[in-house]
């Protein structure tokens, strides 16, 4: 059983008539290997869009969610404690549930070395995390990013690649269409933050293309646990 469904499950035994966590946070995630492929609806979402890898705020997050919070105290840690520092709540929350999701694709190794681990074997698990959550980020990375690796491109040209990339994306899902202008360009904005600070990308001034070499715990880890597609993704240098 997945880590964070065992503690939800153990949590409901030991609380009596205690009220039972929402659908939402009960609901699994999918990984990516799991993702529907073809053109069936809504493979694609936007919640990218809220925010990139968010390093410190991440590791926050795990930390509480390594402890099997109930939903009260979920919402005490980020409301009363206000554990990720933002200004607002509304703000805190809307990271905070973007965070969770991609945190609980991993296990619960993941998650403890994303709390503790070096500041490499954190990102790179965020990144890995990302893909797995966000299927428009996956492919992009796969089809965009690989396919300028492929061709010994020197830099990312998403202005020139972005749109045909997304009619790709529509032919798979054609909700996706429905993304108002401003949504894809903010998409696009995070993927690229995603990048640089996964050292993909030199920056996000230059989009020079720097495949990072990934370090061998994560590369152990993912293939533990079976993730030979978000590998594939992420191991460019072999």
Not at 139 to 161: C, H, I, M, T, W
Not at 214 to 229: A, C, M, W
Request: aromatic share 6%; proline share 5%; hydrophobic share 40%.
């Amino acid at each position: 059983m997945h880590f964070l469904a065992f503690h939800q499950v153990r949590a409901g035994a030991s609380a009596g008539s205690r009220t039972m966590p929402s659908k939402a946070m009960q609901k699994p995630l999918l990984g990516l290997r799991d993702l529907p492929n073809g053109n069936l609806m809504g493979i694609y979402n936007a919640e990218i869009s809220a925010g990139s890898l968010m390093l410190p705020e991440s590791r926050r997050i795990a930390r509480l969610l390594l402890t099997g919070p109930s939903p009260e105290q979920w919402l005490d840690a980020l409301k009363l404690d206000n554990l990720l520092q933002k200004k607002t709540p509304a703000t805190a929350r809307r990271l905070a549930q973007l965070i969770r999701k991609r945190l609980e694709t991993l296990e619960e190794e993941g998650l403890t070395l994303v709390a503790t681990g070096s500041h490499e074997v954190a990102t790179q698990l965020l990144f890995a995390a990302a893909i797995k959550h966000s299927r428009i980020f996956a492919d992009f990375v796969r089809d965009v990013y690989a396919g300028n690796l492929r061709r010994l491109e020197q830099n990312l040209s998403p202005g020139k690649e972005w749109e045909g990339f997304l009619a790709e994306c529509v032919r798979r899902d054609p909700e996706l269409a429905n993304f108002s202008d401003s949504t894809k360009a903010k998409v696009l904005q995070v993927i690229i933050r995603v990048l640089a600070e996964a050292h993909y990308l030199d920056s996000t001034r230059t989009l020079r293309l720097t495949p990072p070499h990934l370090n061998p715990d994560v590369v152990s880890y993912l293939e533990r646990h079976g993730e030979t597609s978000v590998l594939a993704i992420m191991d460019m240098t072999r």
